[in-house]
Nanobody
Framework: QVQLVESGGGLVQAGGSLRLSCAASGRTFSNYGMGWFRQAPGKEREFVTA????????DYADSVKGRFTISRDNAKNTVYLQMNSLKPEDTAVYYC?????????????????WGQGTQVTVAS
């Protein structure tokens, strides 16, 4: 069992930045690929970015490429999402997820554990 707790969400003006953190506990963190997903009101959960177990490989949704950066610190059992140049359409609840397969999967069905989510609101 892995417990994931996101933090760092909030309200920011368009063009601003936020850094989300996801702290993991319960199992060896480096055994998991990690992903960030988001869900806006009335929309399905969508892939944002993911990172493999070592941090050496990542993947991004086209909508966030060049603006968002995922990273991880296995010594701190934490994955981060640095979000720059935020847009109102980035407004959503952001979830982190852990996958036993250790890769940077894009499909939510590949993830075994999920956090409770953190709200990000970008004002225009």
């Amino acid at each position: 069992q892995v417990q994931l707790v996101e933090s760092g969400g909030g309200l920011v003006q368009a063009g601003g930045s936020l850094r989300l953190s996801c702290a993991a506990s319960g199992r060896t963190f480096s055994n998991y690929g990690m992903g960030w997903f988001r869900q806006a009101p009335g929309k399905e959960r969508e892939f944002v970015t993911a990172i493999n177990w070592s941090g050496g490989s990542t993947d991004y949704a086209d909508s966030v490429k060049g603006r968002f950066t995922i990273s991880r610190d296995n010594a701190k059992n934490t994955v981060y999402l640095q979000m720059n140049s935020l847009k109102p359409e980035d407004t959503a609840v952001y979830y982190c997820a852990a996958a036993l397969g250790r890769w940077h999967y894009t499909g939510p069905h590949m993830y075994d554990y999920w956090g409770q989510g953190t709200q990000v609101t970008v004002a225009s």
